[in-house]
């Protein structure tokens, strides 16, 4: 029943690694989203797709790379983790833009 | 850009009594839309309630309503019969013709018994 899902919901690694975030959303909305929250819990939009197109991509490292293999999924995979990457990842959906976007839990990554 | 301002850090309010959450804006669109959303300490991200920029009424959600002045750019969250449960981190947002979410950087509301 969850409506946007995220696996994992925690994940540990060592710099350098690279890592994968996955999101499945089950609303039938065709825009879904990367968010990152950082310590100090400030939300700032990383990426967009609207059916499997991108359309937001905000100034992030290009180690970080999403990807939509369909409408119903968005991951997000990074490459070359580093200190500053610790945060909480937030993946959400809407059907528009100016519709209400639902989040899903959260994954929140430490690089040790 | 659009950018979103709370003003208010941290705030506590008694149980049962009511709070109100500021939050300005920065915009030079006529159509967008405004939101807040509750972050309790579980982390998850859940919509409080949404204003769309073109309508006049205030949206109201049970205890929760808001005080939308379009031509002040204020869009306060007013908490009525506060509950131990509405403690959380509420954020208020922003989305223009642009897609891009904006949000402010929070304020930490404590609900005391």
């Known amino acids: 029943d969850t409506a946007v899902s995220q696996t994992p919901k925690y994940l540990v690694t060592q710099m350098g690694n690279d890592k994968s975030i996955k999101c499945e959303q089950n609303l039938g909305h065709d825009t879904m989203y990367w968010y990152k929250q950082d310590s100090k819990k400030f939300l700032k939009i990383m990426f967009s797709?609207?059916?499997?197109?991108?359309?937001i991509n905000e100034t992030v490292p290009n180690r970080f790379s999403p990807k939509s293999p369909d409408k119903a999924h968005l991951n997000l995979h990074i490459n070359s983790l580093e200190l500053g990457d610790s945060a909480v990842y937030f993946c959400?959906?809407?059907?528009?833009?100016?519709?209400?976007?639902?989040f899903g839990p959260g994954t929140r990554l430490l690089v040790l | 850009a659009q950018t979103v301002t709370q003003s208010q850090p941290e705030m506590s309010v008694q149980e049962a009594e009511t709070v109100t959450l500021s939050c300005t804006y920065d915009?030079?669109?006529?159509?967008?839309?405004l939101f807040w959303y509750k972050q309790p300490p579980s982390r998850q991200m859940i919509l409080v309630i949404r204003q769309e920029a073109y309508k006049q009424q205030n949206a109201t959600e049970n205890r929760f309503s808001v005080n939308f002045q379009k031509a002040a750019k204020s869009f306060s969250l007013k908490i009525s019969d506060s509950q131990l449960g509405d403690t959380a981190m509420y954020f208020c947002?922003?989305?223009?013709?642009?897609?891009?979410?904006?949000f402010g950087k929070g304020t930490l509301l404590t609900v005391n018994p």
């Open positions: 959400a959906s809407s059907q528009d833009w100016g519709v209400s976007q639902y």
């Open positions: 915009t030079s669109e006529n159509n967008y839309y």
């Open positions: 797709y609207n059916n499997k197109e991108l359309i």
């Open positions: 947002a922003f989305v223009g013709s642009n897609y891009k979410l904006t």
